[in-house]
């Protein structure tokens, strides 16, 4: 099992680029979650996935959206990317909330804005 | 608002002695307590996690204990090893939600000195 894989592992935008964050998890997980992580700040929940069918804001959802394509994969788009989203945005899944508390993390996406 | 706080940005100790890292929490309404470890450069990996109906609970060398009434937990390694060097979060949820969405605090860096 590859667990929580994530594409790009790294990436560049400029300022007004778009571009879309790929999440993908073998587990047969049914609960999907969007982070990011900046210095001095934690983890922040984006938007999140209770299970197939549905998403929701978290924390922190301004400028982002994000599609449930299937039970495996849970992808974020940036359609206009800001500086302000310079981040390390990490992929989480859980196999059922109210199950099993923790998340299992993917190896994030280091985003730079420009 | 801050509801998961850990107050101590960075922790160094030596080599066999024990780490004991702090977190506190403002919402009384969370159940469930994680600690998740960080290495650069990789997703965070769940490490271990207690219920609130418990005040202790132990894994090898990793001990969290839990303080209802203060709203604070500690993670105890012993004895500490230098791959533990590390990242260390702590996370609260309210478990048994249709989310289990995690409340991720700043983290804290521990250096395990050889």
């Known amino acids: 099992n590859a667990g929580v894989t994530q594409t790009p592992k790294f990436q560049v935008l400029k300022t007004g680029q778009s571009m879309t964050l790929q999440c993908a998890q073998d587990m047969n997980h049914n609960s999907m979650y969007w982070y990011r992580q900046d210095p001095g700040m934690g983890l922040r929940l984006i938007y999140y996935s209770a299970s197939e069918g549905t998403t929701d804001k978290g924390e922190v959802p301004n400028g982002y959206n994000v599609s449930r394509l299937n039970k495996r994969e849970f992808s974020l788009r940036l359609e206009s990317a800001a500086p302000s989203q310079t981040s390390v945005y990490f992929c989480a899944s859980t196999p059922q909330p109210g199950q099993e508390g923790e998340q299992y993390f993917g190896p994030g996406t280091r985003l730079t804005v420009t | 608002d801050q509801q998961v706080k850990q107050n101590s940005p960075s922790l160094s100790v030596q080599e066999g002695r024990i780490s004991i890292l702090n977190c506190d929490y403002t919402n009384s309404m969370f159940d469930y307590f994680l600690w998740y470890k960080k290495y650069p450069a990789e997703g965070p990996t769940f490490l271990i996690s207690?219920?609130?109906?418990?005040d202790k609970n132990e894994d090898g060398r990793f001990t969290v204990f839990l303080n209802k009434s203060a709203k604070h937990l500690s993670l105890h390694i012993v004895p500490s090893q230098p791959g533990d060097s590390a990242v260390y979060f702590c996370?609260?949820?309210?478990?048994?939600?249709?989310?289990?969405?995690?409340?991720f605090g700043t983290g804290t860096l521990l250096a395990v000195q050889p």
């Open positions: 996370a609260a949820t309210v478990f048994g939600g249709a989310t289990n969405k995690l409340i």
């Open positions: 207690i219920s609130s109906i418990k």
